[in-house]
């Protein structure tokens, strides 16, 4: 929707008359990736755009969080997308006492639980100061979720602390739709919600449901409320694996018809169980670039040893098929062809939801001298392939090395499904304790783009705590600007006005948290801007220069306007480069 609807739509509003917003208020499209969401929270996490693993729904956003990451060896996990973006890159808001439906559809594969252990997939979670006070730990108005019950309930946490929805758990791996209305209201006298599932109306089995089909709710929690979609678990599944969750078609909308997953009120078939498929092997989007599959074909697969079951089963695309090696220390073997940036691989497990096996994951530029990148254990909960990540390597041979199983009759056997190894297609080395910049080049007859980057004395910024803008053209890591709140931001005059194509940033404690950011350019040094890039975010696992390639744009000013990180407002930056056309 336009600034200018959307200024007739508050008008109106306020004058008491019917609203004329679009029907489709807002609706998360897999073209514009995190842009779609205000923020996307990574405790670690990968959020991206892939093809259905079921072939069913095209490309689909999804979240996984997973255990290993050393900057999060316990407690709560999470890989989340947060609030709702505007094609035009407006940031969109629910209004108090306003009523609104809210649909989508969601698969779970794989989604390890634990009894009394919650996970939330979805919430309408509050944001700025707060006036209703909910239960110690809540903090959300409605949230779909499981306790590792077996069951699927819907949650209200800021009147009371109470379930007022349960069903079974759907079978992992299958597509199934929600809608919710709310009115949101910061009262029991002007809030309520409705829920259907699979296309049919719920009823309430709350406190104050009662069978009905409508459940009064204090909704209106804070200052402003926003969508959150993903997997969010307690710290008491730390160390049960891979958690991923898919998402097809979030919409917000005035009627039923506009959001329902279903395309109108009629109540589809629920999706059944599907054989566990590989995913597809094209790029992978992730928060820091794209990853690509270099698994080798079946002659480039070896093992130790085997029964019938060959190691060419690992790398068929079908988890009917397997590798079987009886005995501690049999290994499975792959080599890339060349010399490659490995970044993680993902394991299919044989009988992976009835047994673990324990193994490790090892890399060798030259065959024989063994690292051990990753020593893990797979979940127990899924036949499917689960994520096992380390730091990016460089490797030519990678190997699974098995040490058994638990769950099995014979726990000495080692049996894969599936393998699959990925690399990013942009890799920046990780920085030395004190890391320099590479000089700026100076072609004479540039065939391509070329670095743009001002020096110090043309960079400037909204605001700084004593960090100055022209650290971030200094050549060294160790100095920064930072500008704290929601739109800081820094700007580069390049003196005349040059086509964009790049810019690579390199952000404080880049390591440990995730920033957001929108890359502007403008002929003037106040605008009118242009947006090249919304809504982009860091990986969150480097502290060195990563690259965001943008839509070409020219422009005189670039300016990298911040939106906080996945700890706190603030906007670090230690290095920035542009790239472009002279």
Known sequence: MSSSLRAVVLAAAVAGAPSLEASVIWEGQTSRGSANFEGVELQPGRFGVVSDPRGQMGNVFYCETYDGHPDYPTGKQRCEVKGTKLPDGTIWRMSENNEYYVGWRSMWDPMP??????????????TGSCHLQPPGGAGCAAVIRTLGDGKLVAHLTCDGNYVIWETAMPPRGSWNSFVWRWRLGRSLSSGWVELWYNGVQQSFNGPRGNGTMRQPAALWECEAQRLKFGVYRSGALNGSGTARAHLWRPRVGTT???????????TPTPTPTATPATPTPTPTNTPGGVFTEITPSTSGVTASTSDANVPGNTVDNDLATRWSGNGDGTWL???LGSERTVAFVKVAVYQGNARRNRFDIQVATTLGQWTTVRSAESSGTTTAEETYDFDDVSARW???LGHGNIGSSNTSMNSVTEVSTYTPNTVTPTPTATPIVPPTPT???PVGPVELTPVGAAVTASTNDGNVPANTVDKNLATRWSGNGDGAWIQYDLGATRTVTSVHVAWYQGNTRVSTFDVLTSDAPTGPWTT????RTSSGTTTALETHDVPDGAGR?????????????WNS?????????P
């Open 113 to 126: 639980t634990r009894s009394g252990a919650w996970i939330a997939f979805m919430q309408l979670k509050g």
């Open 256 to 266: 039923y018809a506009d959001v329902a997953p279903e395309g109108g009120g009629t």
């Open 333 to 335: 073997q792959y080599d």
């Open 398 to 400: 990678v190997r699974y």
């Open 443 to 445: 072609p004479t007859t």
């Open 532 to 535: 090249l890039a919304a809504g």
């Open 557 to 569: 000013h670039v300016r990298i306007v911040g939106h906080g990180n996945t700890l706190n407002a």
């Open 573 to 581: 930056i230690t290095e920035v480069q542009i790239w472009g056309v």
